[in-house]
């Protein structure tokens, strides 16, 4: 019993005194439920430690579901309250956990590290009456792109009518991509779609003319020619940074024009990286066109400034 979280009922029938439990062996995550002071404090332990106390039928859902699954994640989701959702005649009142009360049918329930949540395609039907677009669409790629969806459900999830959000799911079902491997190589992606411009294929392995391998790249445009790539944080380690490098002056020289961008161009200079695109692909200069992602980008958590 010990190993696991447990209930104060549960650590008196043990033996264990109220004194021992107020002590430093234990640590007491929510009111009524104890655990070893020692053990790592994560969102999976929260919940387990949760669980003891859920009345039966509840099921981790929301965001909790999309962070306890590793889902790529809108700005400041780890600080949000652990959501569950409970039968309809079932009440949870504590501080630090949000309740939504529906019926859920079986196929809409999964086990996950002993935990119950809701199905990835229950998950994002709830996210999306909670999320802006753009933050829906990063999360539904990273459903997709762990196998936690098919792309067949979620399409069809985008034609069924009514419910809260349906208006934001069905938006979100034309512009995900299950091939999309991060949040901002999505962001990216979307900064080009949602200005109007044709779409970039993701993650396309580029060779050259005697069909040796050159590189796989984030983001392919329309030409064959143009590649967008996002350079994040972990590129800045000095071998990393020069193995980009060279492997965009190997692009170059095989003819393909290479587009590297930073969070901070996406999140200031995003008319700079849509001029950037018009001009690669011959398309005529359209100032306004970036106002179509910035619209949604001054919607989503990504447009606020973090907390």
């Known amino acids: 019993m010990l190993d696991e979280p447990f209930t104060t009922r549960e650590a008196l029938t043990a033996g264990i005194t109220p004194g021992q439990l107020r002590g430093p062996r234990w640590r007491s995550p ?8 020692d053990a790592e404090p994560n969102l999976l332990s929260q919940c387990r430690a949760l669980a003891r106390l859920l009345p039966a039928g ?25 959501h569950v959702t409970v039968p309809p005649d079932c009440r949870v009142q504590r501080e630090g956990v949000r309740e939504t009360r529906r019926a859920l049918r079986p196929d809409e329930i999964i ?43 979620w399409q069809a999830a985008g034609k069924s009518r009514g419910g809260r959000g349906i208006r934001n799911l069905r938006r979100a079902t034309t512009l995900t991509d299950e091939r999309s491997e991060s949040a901002m190589e999505t962001l990216l992606r979307l900064l080009v779609v949602l200005s109007g411009l044709p779409p970039p294929k993701p993650q396309v392995i580029l060779l050259d003319d ?13 030409d064959g020619v143009t590649v967008l790539e996002y350079d994040g ?42 001029a950037d695109y018009q001009d690669a692909l011959g398309l005529p200069r359209d100032p306004s066109a970036v106002e179509g992602w910035l619209r949604e980008f001054r919607r989503s958590s990504f447009g606020r400034p973090p907390t």
């Open 210 to 222: 005697a069909g040796g391998w050159l590189a796989r790249v984030d983001l392919l445009a329309p």
């Open 111 to 153: 086990e996950y590290e002993g935990l119950r949540l809701t199905s990835g395609l229950r998950t994002l039907k709830d996210l999306a009456a909670d999320w802006s677009l753009i933050d829906l669409v990063v999360l539904a790629d990273a459903a997709l792109h762990f196998g936690d969806c098919s792309d067949a459900d």
């Open 58 to 82: 509840a099921v981790f859902s929301g965001i909790t579901a999309a962070r306890l699954r590793g889902w790529w994640l809108p700005r400041d989701a780890e600080s949000l309250p652990i």
């Open 233 to 274: 944080a972990s590129h800045d380690a000095p071998k990393r940074h020069n193995a980009d490098v060279r492997r965009w002056c190997l692009l170059q020289r095989h003819g393909f024009k290479v587009f590297p961008y930073t969070a901070r161009d996406l999140f200031r200079g995003a008319a700079q990286v849509v």
């Open 30 to 37: 929510f009111r009524g439920v104890h655990e070893a002071s």
